[in-house]
Structures are given as structure tokens and as C-alpha cells.
């Protein structure tokens, strides 16, 4: 009995760490989104800055990282 109990605590718990990394992760992926080209930066009526930052200026994509 004692070690059904051990048992179902440590499924428990590995269980409850893995809910928690894939938290993490998903909100990791939100956060890097933020990526337009060149091309579609202009398309969104914006200009590409690519000196120092490397962002997009105005537009739909104002603000995102030019890759």
C-alpha cells in the first residue's frame, strides 16, 4: 500500500513538471513572434532600419525584427 502511495506521489509530480515546462516553453514562443522581412515590412506601408537595430518603422509591422 505504502508504495502505491509513493508511486502515484512521484506520477503526481512528474506530471505537474511537465504541465510547467510546457507553460514556459508556449510562453517563450509568443514572445519571439515578433519577426517580418524587409519586403513585408514595406508592404505594411513601413521601412525597414537596417543599421543598428534592424527593426521596421511604421506601418503594420512598426516595431518588429527584420530576419
Do not use: S
Request: proline share 1%; net charge positive.
Amino acid at each position: 500500500m505504502r508504495i502505491r502511495r509513493i508511486l502515484a506521489a512521484g506520477i503526481a509530480t512528474a506530471a505537474l513538471a511537465g504541465l510547467g515546462l510546457t507553460g514556459a516553453a508556449t510562453a517563450t514562443a509568443q514572445d519571439d513572434f515578433n519577426y517580418t522581412t524587409a519586403a513585408k515590412c514595406r508592404e505594411g506601408g513601413g521601412e525597414p532600419y537596417l543599421h543598428n537595430t534592424v527593426k521596421c518603422w511604421g506601418g503594420k509591422y512598426d516595431g518588429y525584427t527584420i530576419d
